[in-house]
T-cell receptor, first 116, second 112 residues
Framework: DTAVSQTPKYLVTQMGNDKSIKCEQN?????MYWYKQDSKKFLKIMFS???????INETVPNRFSPKSPDKAHLNLHINSLELGDSAVYFC???????????????FGPGTRLTVL | DAKTTQPTSMDCAEGRAANLPCNHS???????VYWYRQIHSQGPQYIIH???NNETNEMASLIITEDRKSSTLILPHATLRDTAVYYC?????????????FGTGTKLQVIP
């Protein structure tokens, strides 16, 4: 009965490879997010989708492409991985104000990506 | 979103109240104060939020000063499981747009 789940939990890969991280939420939320937490522990938002539509796209290289097949899923595909992409990636979800929620975001357990 | 300032780290004895301060002197009238925490190797967890009035839930209490320039998160009886980084965030509660900007947070160490 995990609320927000991510797979894989750990991902080790070589520079230049393409990889995907999957996220699913069973909370009935209509907004999902991707965050990156670097080695200095700064947590930065990358993307947000509302009802499968991209609403936040921070300054992220276009090697990163989120995909939302439905409201419960938001996957992150990364092309041509670089050393600087090594980080922990967190998926989150929330209700939007229009649904009367308190806007609290529920986070997944994170995916630790290591690029060698 | 308004910037926040928090102490880098704090210690608290187990069973005692942990009081975590946050300064947000540039907060505007429609910005809420949110608190999240991140236990080691886990995703952030929502704790509480408020606008003007003090708030309490099963996890914590939030005290916001009358001028709203600062707030304090209170964990009434800290346990070892409360050891975490605590983030104070201020943001506008808008329709359909939720960009939450995390700062550096306060690393709370609960000591047995």
């Amino acid at each position: 009965d995990t609320a927000v789940s991510q797979t894989p939990k750990y991902l080790v890969t070589q520079m230049g490879n393409d990889k995907s991280i999957k996220c699913e939420q069973n909370l009935g939320h209509d907004t999902m997010y991707w965050y990156k937490q670097d080695s200095k522990k700064f947590l930065k938002i990358m993307f947000s989708y509302n009802n499968k539509e991209l609403i936040i796209n921070e300054t992220v290289p276009n090697r990163f492409s989120p995909k939302s097949p439905d409201k419960a899923h938001l996957n992150l595909h990364i092309n041509s991985l670089e050393l600087g992409d090594s980080a922990v990636y967190f998926c989150a979800s929330s209700l939007t104000p229009s649904q009367g929620g308190y806007n609290e975001q529920f986070f997944g357990p994170g995916t630790r990506l290591t690029v060698l | 979103d308004a910037k926040t300032t928090q102490p880098t780290s704090m210690d608290c004895a187990e069973g005692r109240a942990a009081n975590l301060p946050c300064n947000h002197s540039t907060i505007s009238g429609n910005e809420y104060v949110y608190w999240y925490r991140q236990i080691h190797s886990q995703g952030p967890q929502y704790i509480i939020h408020g606008l003007k009035n003090n708030e309490t839930n099963e996890m914590a209490s939030l005290i916001i000063t009358e001028d709203r320039k600062s707030s304090t998160l209170i964990l009434p009886h800290a346990t070892l499981r409360d050891t975490a980084v605590y983030y104070c965030i201020v943001r506008v509660q808008t329709r359909g747009y939720q960009k939450v900007t995390f700062g550096t947070g306060t690393k709370l160490q609960v000591i047995p």
